[in-house]
């Protein structure tokens, strides 16, 4: 008898392919914790990604791009201008770079600190979405509101003008079962709910399931969508 040939499943290589799959696990997990996956934006983080792989992910229907460094979006976004995507600023963002970050992005996820919130208040010439980033898990390394500041900030934010206080957002330490971050993800829902405000940005390539179980409103996803990165310099903030 001929044995017959192993069947295997085509290789998964375009953005498009790579998004429609994170599109089915996103409506999965969405439907696990009984929500809609329509209450779940997905922002594409571009970091280290050409212009041609963002024009292929709005072609495939993403709305939403994100960027970690101002430098890499400015050599990026200008050419970009004619897609239909808000632009998501999800990287640390240093004071001194504050104008350009203005002038790229329509929305800042990653206000760590109250003197970047005065910086960008200043600058700004329009009312500009933000996120409070809040290190929940108190890492040393991240950038961040520790938790029981953040009533406070986000009532200092609320009295600044241009400036919208959407939600929160938060990076979850790198582990290697997703399980381990939900108590974070829980935590920083609670102090969504306690401030009345409507956005969570939590869960990357690695662990945005658990967060969507745990409330998330926006998943930071890159090298899921993406591919790998030419050079990769791993962290928390790779998406």
Same mark, same amino acid.
């Given at each position: ?6 069947c295997r499943p085509m290789?998964?290589?375009?953005v498009a392919?790579?998004? $429609? ?5 996103? #409506?999965? /997990?969405a &439907?696990? %914790?009984g929500?809609?996956?329509a209450?779940?934006?997905?922002? $594409?983080v571009?970091k280290?990604?050409? #212009?041609? /792989?963002? &024009?292929e %992910?709005a ?5 939403h791009?994100g960027?970690n460094r101002?430098?890499?979006?400015a050599a990026k976004?200008?050419?970009?201008r004619h897609?239909?995507v ?5 990287g ?10 203005l002038e790229?992005?329509?929305?800042i996820?990653?206000m760590d ?6 910086a960008?208040?200043r ?8 996120l409070l980033?809040v ?8 950038f961040g509101?520790?938790p029981?500041?953040v009533l406070?900030a986000?009532e200092a934010?609320a009295?600044l003008?241009h400036?919208?206080v959407?939600?929160?957002m938060?990076i ?5 079962d997703?399980?381990?971050?939900r108590p ?8 969504r709910d306690?401030?009345g405000l409507?956005e969570?940005?939590?869960?990357m ?6 967060a969507?179980?745990?409330g998330a409103?926006?998943v930071?996803?890159?090298r899921?969508i993406?591919?790998e990165?030419?050079h990769?310099?791993r ?5």
């Amino acid at each position: 008898m001929f044995a017959l040939p192993e069947c295997r499943p085509m290789p998964v290589t375009t953005v498009a392919e790579r998004l $429609a799959l994170i599109r089915e696990r996103v #409506a999965r /997990a969405a &439907e696990r %914790a009984g929500r809609s996956p329509a209450e779940v934006t997905i922002v $594409a983080v571009s970091k280290s990604f050409p #212009a041609q /792989a963002i &024009e292929e %992910a709005a072609a495939a229907g993403i709305a939403h791009i994100g960027e970690n460094r101002v430098q890499e979006a400015a050599a990026k976004i200008p050419s970009l201008r004619h897609l239909p995507v808000t632009w998501h600023m999800v990287g640390h963002l240093q004071t001194n770079k504050v104008k350009t970050a203005l002038e790229l992005f329509d929305i800042i996820q990653s206000m760590d600190s109250l003197r970047l919130a005065e910086a960008l208040s200043r600058r700004a010439e329009r009312a500009i979405p933000v996120l409070l980033e809040v290190s929940v898990a108190g890492e040393a390394s991240k950038f961040g509101f520790p938790p029981e500041e953040v009533l406070g900030a986000a009532e200092a934010v609320a009295r600044l003008p241009h400036l919208n206080v959407r939600g929160l957002m938060t990076i979850a330490p790198l582990v290697s079962d997703p399980e381990e971050v939900r108590p974070v993800f829980r935590e920083l829902r609670r102090l969504r709910d306690a401030l009345g405000l409507a956005e969570l940005s939590m869960g990357m390539t690695d662990d945005f399931e658990v967060a969507i179980e745990e409330g998330a409103t926006l998943v930071r996803i890159g090298r899921a969508i993406f591919g790998e990165r030419l050079h990769p310099e791993r962290s928390r903030r790779d998406s």
